[in-house]
């Protein structure tokens, strides 16, 4: 029956029309998409202010010095600002960066998604159509003419699959109440997934995965139960399912 689904969600996306949306600053209907909108998560008890500070923060995860640099972008009032920050060479980047990137842009999207109903609402009305991430950046967009990977964009639509299989309850998307610094409407920042710990590389850290079991991992790596908790399907690197 999975295999009957997949062939059939394959087959609407070829019939929908790809949906376009700038990576930042994108507007209205699709605003929500972008990781600029102002859409607070809750990860392992830590708030940030949007999915992009969270994503910036993870490359000082463990690391010397890495701590103060977490907090500064916690502060960061706009996505801009953080990532100033999360591109500064004052403080090295963690070591495995390159290879866990993908795996820690799906956790903040995941978390935000889950945690905030509007922003979950837009990325259910898309359907099945592909969505194409547009910027100059080829890596996470599709670039300009088409020639980048737009691994945001198939984030995304890995994500929203899984979300249709797996809705957030209404406690979980009404946890806490939070309030967004802008467009003040409510938002819920309760947490539903792993992610990587703040704590030293050199130390245990522990996580929880979705069946609600602690797992112990080392030196920054994940478990495999921290990583089945990204509801994650294939290898980490490979998002065409």
Not at 1 to 13: I, M
Request: hydrophobic share 30%; aromatic share 8%.
């Amino acid at each position: 029956e999975e295999e009957e689904e997949e062939e059939q969600e394959e087959e609407e996306e070829e019939d929908q029309a790809p949906i376009k949306f700038l990576l930042t600053k994108a507007g209205p209907p699709y605003a929500s998409l972008s990781n600029y909108s102002p859409h607070r998560i809750l990860v392992d008890s830590v708030l940030y202010q949007t999915a992009e500070h969270y994503f910036q923060a993870q490359k000082f995860a463990g690391v010397v010095g890495g701590e103060e640099k977490i907090e500064e972008i916690k502060r960061c009032k706009t996505v801009p600002a953080a990532k100033r920050v999360g591109k500064s060479t004052a403080v090295t980047h963690r070591t495995d960066w390159d290879d866990m990137r993908l795996d820690v842009m799906y956790v903040a999207l995941k978390h935000k998604f889950s945690q905030n109903k509007d922003a979950l609402s837009v990325l259910m009305s898309t359907g099945n159509a592909p969505l194409i991430g547009q910027g100059k950046d080829t890596f996470w967009s599709a670039g300009k003419q088409g020639e980048g990977e737009n691994q945001f964009g198939k984030l995304l639509m890995q994500l929203r699959k899984w979300l249709r299989k797996n809705p957030p309850d209404e406690a979980t998307l009404n946890a806490t109440g939070q309030r967004r610094t802008r467009r003040r409407s409510s938002v819920a920042t309760s947490s539903t997934t792993a992610a990587p710990s703040n704590a030293s590389q050199k130390e245990a850290t522990s996580s929880t995965s979705a069946n609600g079991e602690k797992k112990k991992s080392t030196k920054g790596q994940w478990t495999s139960a921290e990583y089945a908790a990204t509801g994650r399907s294939k290898c980490r690197v490979c998002f065409n399912s």
